[in-house]
């Protein structure tokens, strides 16, 4: 057998957007950020270290690392957790 033919992608992703839950979807809270589809991390970077943002260092790496994983390495299928009140949504 084959090992390559047995491991699958398995990826979780943990969110924490109580406001989309009633609307059964997941957004990100950059509301000016614009479409991102499509651009690279370091296209993401350069939204935000501009107005209305004007991100700076770790700031600004953590926000483009967090966009970038929301936009670029989520994928269909993956699954999405989200804690909401008292119970936890798959």
Do not use: H
Not at 53 to 82: P, T, W
């Amino acid at each position: 057998m084959n090992i390559t033919n047995v491991v699958s992608r398995k990826v979780a992703w943990l969110l924490r957007l109580d406001e989309f839950k009633n609307k059964g979807i997941i957004a990100v809270g950059w509301p000016c950020i614009g479409n991102l589809y499509g651009k690279s991390r370091n296209q993401i970077k350069e939204n935000l270290s501009v107005d209305p943002y004007n991100y700076v260092g770790s700031r600004l790496g953590q926000a483009a690392s967090n966009l970038d994983l929301f936009v670029n390495r989520m994928e269909i299928g993956d699954l999405v957790v989200m804690p909401y009140k008292d119970d936890i949504y798959f």
